[in-house]
C-alpha cells in the first residue's frame, strides 16, 4: 500500500485562505467544482498559486512545524504539485480557453471526472518503491484523467470546432507532458527540501544516494543526509542526557562482551558497525512474511541508510510499527543503538526500549513508561516526554519481540497490532510517534503483522561486506599483531567459513579465533566441517576453562575441556528433542540435573546475589550462545539458543559419536579379553528416543563423518553389529534406568520406540561400509522373516514419526529388495542419490515376477520420490498402483498431482466419464503439459464429438487448433462440424484457416492461452 493523499486532503492542509481552500471546507465536492462554486480556470489558477507560488514560500511556512507535521506539509506539497502539474498543462494546451465557464461547470458536475481531480488518491515517492514506479502510476492517473476528459468533451459545443488532428493530439500528448511538469515541480522540492530527497532514488540525485550507499558503515549517510534540515530547535535540558547517552553508544566497543585477549582492540560501534543489506516486504504482503520463496523473490538492497531516512521522514512512520527481522547475530540490537545515536537530535527523539526488561504482560504505554524510566533514570510520563521534545518526532525502538515470545511462552499474536493502534491513538492526540520493532526471523510467524505495517529483513553479509569488516578489524588491531607476530585476519581465510563470516556476531568470533596463533589462517582448505566447529568448540572452551582454572596440567585440562562441551551438547540436545532452536532456563536445568547427575553446581556468589543456576554456569557464558531474557511478574525469564544453528547440530552429534565411540571400545575390550560384553544402553535410549536424528540433514553428515574418522575400522564392525542386535530389541520392553528422569517432551510409548529404532538404523547404516542385509539388521538366518519385519517396523515409523522426520528418514536411508536365486531379500544403505532400478523395487522383486518383460525399465527422475517411498515401505499395493500410473507418466508427463483439478485428474475425467463434461474438455485443452497429453484428449473428443453440439464443439475445436500440431485428428473433427446445419460458416472457416496453416507445421504444443471467444473469426 503506497502513501496516498488526495488533493483535497492536501489543499486543506497547505491551501491557508484561498479560494479554493474555501470551497473545500464545505465539505462537498459538488460545491468545490460545480454547483456555484468555481470553474476549471480558476482551479487551475488556484492550483497554480498552490503548486508554484506555494512551493516558493513553503521553506518559510514548514519552518518551527513539528517534524510530523512538516512531513505532513511536504507530502500535500508532493500532491498538489501532481495535480497542478496537470491542470497547468491543459491550460497551455489551449483547453480551458476554448471553453466556456459552462462547458467547464458541465465537465466537473460529472462524476467521470471529478474524483480524478480532487478525490482520487496521489501516489507518494517512498525508499520502498523505485522512482519510476511513482512515475508509471503518475502516468497511468494522467492517462485515466485525460481519458475521463475526453470522454466528455464530444458532448460540448467546442469540441466540433477541432480537427481530429488538434483531437488525436491533444489527447496521446497531455499526459506525458504532464508527466515532465512533473518532474520540475518535483525537483524543485527536493532542492529545497533535503528529505524529500530521500524519499526517491531519483536520477537526479543518484549521487546523493550513492554516498549514502559508499560510507555504508555507522549509518553515517543517514546521519549527514538528515542533518541537512534546517531547524532551530534544540533538545530540552531534561532530554539531554538521553541524547549524550545515545551519542555515546558510538563509542563503545561494537560487543561489550567479546572475551578478547590482552591488548587486542574491539571496534567501536560507529567504527566497527558495517551497514547490512536488506530486503523489504510492502504493507498488504504480511501473509507471506515467513515465506522463503517470497523473500527470495524481493531485491536485496544495501542503502539500508537511505531507506530509514526516507522512511522516518515520510508519514508511514507514525502509521504503523516497522518490523526488523533477522537471524541470531544479524546486528538487529547493533541497528537501533546506532539508529538511535544517528538520528539528528533537533528533529528526532530516539528511544530505545530493550524489552527483555519491561514487563511482558504490560501494554504497550508502560512499556515505553518503562523503557523511559531505564534511559533517563527517572519517572516521566509518556505526554511529557513528547512535550520535552519540543517538536522532535519520537522514535521508539521496541528491541527483541522475541524475547518476549521465547523467555515467557506467553501468547503475543496481537503485539504488533496493539503498537500500531497506540501510535494512531497518539497521532490523534497530537503526540504522532515512530516505531521500529526487532525480532528474529524464526518468530515472525506468532505474531500478526499490522496492514499498515513493512517488513525489513536484514541479510547475511556478502563478500564485498565480509572484506570491508575484515579491513576494519585489521586496521584496528594493527599494533595487536605487530607485538605478537601475528598476521593479520585473512578475508579469504574467513570467507571458507561463508555461513559463519555471513553473520556479523560470528564473523567477531573467527576474528577472535584467529587473534590466537593465527589458528584461522593454520586451517587447511580440505578440513572438514566437522573439524572445523570442534576446533572452535574447544577453543572457546579452554578460554573459558582458563578464566577459572589457572594453571592445569594438560591432561586435567583436557579433562576440564571435555567437561564443557559435554554440557554444552546435553543443551544441544535439550533444544534438539523439543524440536526447537533454543532452549529455556528451567528446562535446561532439569535437563542438566537427569543427564548429568553428578554434575558439579556452580559456587554460591558471596554476599546477596543470587546463586548461579546449573544453566548460567554451563552455557550462559559462551560467547557463540544467544541469551534472551524478558521480565514476567518480577520474575526475569531467560532463554538460550546458538547464535548459528549448526553449532546445536554439530554437538548432538558429537555426544552421539562419543557414546558410541565408548561403546565400541567396551565391545573391543570384551573381544580381547574372550568375554561376553553387552554394553548398557540407557544413556543412547534417553537422548536418542525423542526424536530422529535423521530430521537434520547438517546432523546425519556430522555422524558419519564422526563414525568414520573417529572409530577404527575394527571397532566400527564391532559397533555396527552391537547396533543391529539393540535394533532388533528396540521395540521390545526396557527395564528402568538412571535416566528415566529424562523427558524432554511428553511421549507415547510408540512414538520413543519407533524414534530410537529409527536412530539406531541410521546409526548402523553410517557405522557401515556398505549395504547391511536385512538377515544382518534383524540378527536372524531366514530372509523371508527379515522382511516380514521390516515391513512391521516401516509402518510403525511411518505412523508414529513426524512427517518431516518419516520423510528425511525415507530420503537418507535407502532399502533394496532383489531375488536371490528362488529367495526374496532386502539390504540397507545410506542413500547417496544414486538412480533407482525398478528391478530393486518391491513388486518386480517376487519370485514370480518376470522384469524382463517390462517396457519401462528406466522411469523418469522425478518419479524417484515415489520408487523411494515404495521401496522403503516394501508396500505392494502401492507398488502395484505405480506400475499402473508408469506409463503415465513416462509417456505424458511426471507430474503426478493429487489436487482434483489437475491435468491427471481431468483426463481421467474425460476418459471415464459417462458424458462429455465440457469445462473439463476445456481445461485439458488449455493446460494440457504436452503433446502426448492432448493427442490423448483429442483422440477421446473424437469419440465424444457426436455428442457436443456445435458451438460447444466448434469452441473446444478453435482451443485445440491454437495449441496442438500433429496429423490430421482435428481435421477429422472438423468433418463431422461441417455437414452440422447449425454451424457458424463464418467461425468455421477461420477455425478451419487455423488448422491448415498448423497442417504445415512440426508435431507440437504452443503456450497455454485463451484463444478469442467462440463466434469471433481469425483473421
Known amino acids: 500500500m503506497r502513501q496516498i493523499l488526495s488533493y483535497r486532503d492536501a489543499v486543506v492542509l497547505l491551501g491557508g485562505d484561498s479560494a479554493l481552500t474555501g470551497a473545500l471546507d464545505k465539505a462537498s465536492a459538488l460545491a468545490l467544482f460545480g454547483l456555484g462554486g468555481i470553474d476549471l480556470f480558476d482551479a487551475r489558477a488556484e492550483a497554480v498559486r498552490l503548486g508554484d507560488g506555494f512551493i516558493r514560500g513553503l521553506r518559510d511556512r514548514v519552518n518551527g512545524l513539528s517534524r510530523y507535521d512538516r512531513t505532513q506539509r511536504l507530502t500535500a506539497a508532493h500532491t498538489v504539485i501532481v495535480i497542478s502539474a496537470y491542470l497547468e498543462v491543459l491550460d497551455e494546451a489551449g483547453v480551458l480557453r476554448d471553453l466556456t465557464s459552462e462547458d467547464q461547470r458541465r465537465i466537473t458536475r460529472t462524476s467521470r471526472v471529478r474524483p480524478y481531480l480532487v478525490d482520487f488518491p496521489m501516489p507518494v515517492p517512498a525508499p520502498q518503491h523505485p522512482h519510476e514506479d511513482v512515475r508509471r502510476d503518475l502516468a497511468v492517473h494522467y492517462r485515466t484523467l485525460t481519458d475521463a476528459l475526453f470522454g466528455f468533451l464530444p458532448g460540448l459545443a467546442r469540441w466540433d470546432t477541432w480537427d481530429e488532428t488538434t483531437r488525436t493530439r491533444l489527447a496521446a500528448g497531455l499526459p506525458a507532458r504532464a508527466l515532465r511538469r512533473y518532474d520540475e515541480l518535483f525537483r524543485r522540492l527536493v532542492a529545497d527540501f533535503p528529505e524529500v530527497a ?298 571458507a567459513v561463508p555461513n559463519l563470516a555471513e553473520q556479523p556476531l560470528l564473523l567477531l568470533m573467527l576474528a577472535l579465533y584467529d587473534a590466537d596463533a593465527n589458528a584461522l589462517r593454520l586451517v587447511r582448505a580440505d578440513l572438514h566441517e566437522s573439524e572445523l566447529y570442534e576446533r572452535l568448540l574447544r577453543g572457546f572452551a579452554a578460554r573459558e576453562v582458563g578464566k577459572t582454572a589457572r594453571g592445569l596440567a594438560e591432561a586435567d585440562l583436557a579433562r576440564a575441556v571435555e567437561d564443557e562441551l559435554l554440557r554444552l551438547s546435553v543443551a544441544a540436545f535439550a533444544m534438539f528433542n523439543r524440536g526447537l532452536q533454543w532452549i529455556g532456563e528451567h528446562d535446561l536445568d532439569a535437563d542438566l540435573r537427569a543427564l548429568l547427575p553428578g554434575g558439579q553446581e556452580p559456587p554460591r556468589p558471596p554476599g546477596f546475589r543470587r546463586a548461579l543456576t546449573r544453566a548460567e554456569g554451563v552455557i550462559g557464558r559462551f560467547f557463540f550462545v544467544h541469551t534472551t531474557q524478558a521480565l514476567r511478574e518480577e520474575e526475569r525469564l531467560k532463554t538460550y539458543e546458538f547464535l548459528h544453528a549448526t553449532f546445536g547440530e554439530y554437538l548432538v552429534a558429537r555426544l552421539v559419536v562419543r557414546e558410541l565411540a565408548d561403546l565400541a571400545e567396551e565391545l573391543a575390550l570384551a573381544r580381547s579379553r574372550n568375554r561376553p560384553a553387552k554394553p548398557d544402553d540407557a544413556y543412547l535410549h534417553a537422548l536418542l528416543s525423542f526424536a530422529a536424528l535423521a530430521g537434520r540433514g547438517p546432523v546425519v553428515g556430522f555422524l558419519g563423518y564422526g563414525l568414520t574418522h573417529l572409530i577404527p575400522e575394527d571397532r566400527r564392525a564391532l559397533l555396527r553389529r552391537h547396533l543391529c542386535g539393540l535394533f532388533t530389541v528396540s521395540l521390545m520392553a526396557r527395564t528402568g534406568s538412571a535416566f528415566d528422569g529424562y523427558r524432554p517432551v511428553a511421549a507415547e510409548a510408540t512414538v520413543r520406540c519407533a524414534a530410537y529404532s529409527a536412530n539406531l538404523l541410521l546409526l548402523a547404516v553410517l557405522s557401515s561400509d556398505g549395504p547391511i542385509p536385512g538377515t544382518d539388521l534383524f540378527v536372524m538366518d531366514r530372509a523371508e522373516q527379515a522382511n516380514e519385519r521390516w515391513r512391521r517396523i516401516a509402518r510403525l515409523w511411518h505412523s508414529q514419526l513426524a512427517r518431516a522426520e518419516w520423510d528425511s528418514l525415507v530420503n537418507t536411508v535407502r532399502v533394496r529388495h532383489f531375488l536371490d536365486g528362488a529367495t526374496r531379500r532386502m539390504e540397507v544403505s545410506l542413500d547417496r542419490g544414486q538412480p533407482f532400478n525398478l528391478r530393486d523395487l518391491v513388486f518386480l522383486s517376487w519370485p514370480d515376477a518376470v522384469p524382463d518383460r517390462y517396457p519401462y525399465d528406466s522411469p523418469v527422475e522425478a518419479l524417484a520420490p515415489w520408487m523411494r517411498e515404495i521401496s522403503f515401505r516394501d508396500d505392494t499395493v502401492l507398488g502395484n498402483l505405480f506400475l499402473d500410473v508408469l506409463p503415465y507418466a513416462k509417456e505424458i508427463d511426471p507430474d503426478l498431482n493429487p489436487h482434483p483439478e489437475h491435468h491427471v485428474a481431468d483426463l481421467l475425467t474425460i476418459v471415464l466419464s459417462p458424458e462429455p463434461n465440457l469445462e473439463t474438455y476445456r481445461r485439458a485443452l488449455l493446460r494440457g503439459p504436452s503433446w502426448s497429453y492432448l493427442d490423448r484428449v483429442l483422440r477421446q473428443l473424437e469419440t ?5 453440439s456445435s458451438p460447444d464443439l466448434l469452441g473446444l475445436l478453435h482451443i485445440a487448433a491454437v495449441r496442438w500440431s500433429g496429423p490430421g485428428r482435428l481435421k477429422r473433427i472438423l468433418w463431422s462440424l461441417s455437414a452440422r446445419p447449425d454451424v457458424d460458416d463464418r467461425y468455421l472457416q477461420s477455425v478451419s484457416a487455423i488448422i491448415a496453416n498448423k497442417d504445415q507445421q512440426a508435431v507440437g504444443i504452443g503456450p497455454a492461452m485463451e484463444p478469442d471467444p467462440p463466434g469471433t473469426p481469425q483473421e
Not at 465424444?944 to 457436443?948: E, M, Q, S, V, W
Request: proline share 6%; glycine share 8%; with cysteine.
Open 198 to 495: 530521500c524519499w526517491s532514488d531519483l536520477v537526479g540525485h543518484q549521487a546523493t544516494r550513492a554516498e549514502v550507499r559508499s560510507l555504508a558503515r555507522g549509518l553515517d549517510g543517514l546521519h549527514d543526509q538528515l542533518a541537512k534540515i534546517v531547524s532551530a530547535r534544540r533538545p530540552s535540558d531534561r532530554l539531554a542526557a538521553l541524547v549524550q547517552a545515545n551519542a555515546a553508544a558510538l563509542k563503545r566497543p561494537i560487543v561489550a562482551a567479546a572475551d578478547a585477549p590482552p591488548g587486542m582492540t574491539i571496534p567501536s560501534l560507529g567504527q566497527g558497525y558495517v551497514d547490512p543489506g536488506y530486503r523489504v516486504l510492502l504493507p498488504g504482503r504480511r501473509h507471506l512474511v515467513t515465506s522463503e520463496e517470497t523473500w527470495a523473490e524481493l531485491p536485496r538492497r544495501d542503502d539500508l541508510g537511505a531507506f530509514l531516512s526516507g522512511h522516518l521522514t515520510l508519514p508511514q512512520a507514525a502509521q504503523g510499527p516497522l518490523l526488523v527481522l533477522g537471524q541470531p547475530g544479524a546486528g538487529k540490537s547493533l541497528l537501533t543503538r546506532v539508529l538511535a545515536a544517528r538520528l539528528p537530535a533537533a528533529e528526532f527523539l530516539p528511544l530505545r526500549v530493550e524489552l527483555r526488561g519491561v514487563p511482558a504482560d504490560g501494554d504497550v504505554l508502560a512499556q515505553i513508561e518503562h523503557g523511559i524510566k531505564d534511559a533517563l533514570d527517572e519517572v516521566m510520563s509518556w505526554p511529557e516526554l513528547v512535550h520535552a521534545a519540543q517538536g522532535a518526532l519520537p522514535v521508539v525502538m521496541l528491541d527483541g519481540f522475541d524475547e518476549l515470545l521465547q523467555a515467557t511462552g506467553v501468547s503475543q499474536t496481537d503485539y504488533l497490532e496493539r503498537v500500531a493502534d497506540f501510535q494512531r491513538d497518539q497521532a490523534e492526540k497530537g503526540r504522532a510517534l515512530a516505531v521500529v520493532v526487532t525480532s528474529r526471523t524464526a518468530v515472525a510467524n506468532r505474531a500478526r503483522v499490522p496492514e499498515t505495517s513493512m517488513v525489513l529483513r536484514l541479510e547475511p553479509f556478502d563478500e564485498g561486506q565480509i572484506r570491508q569488516w575484515v579491513d576494519l578489524w585489521n586496521d584496528g588491531n594493527r599494533g595487536y599483531f605487530l607485538r605478537r607476530e601475528l598476521e593479520p585476519l585473512s578475508a579469504d581465510s574467513v570467507l
Open 944 to 948: 465424444d464429438c457426436h455428442r457436443l
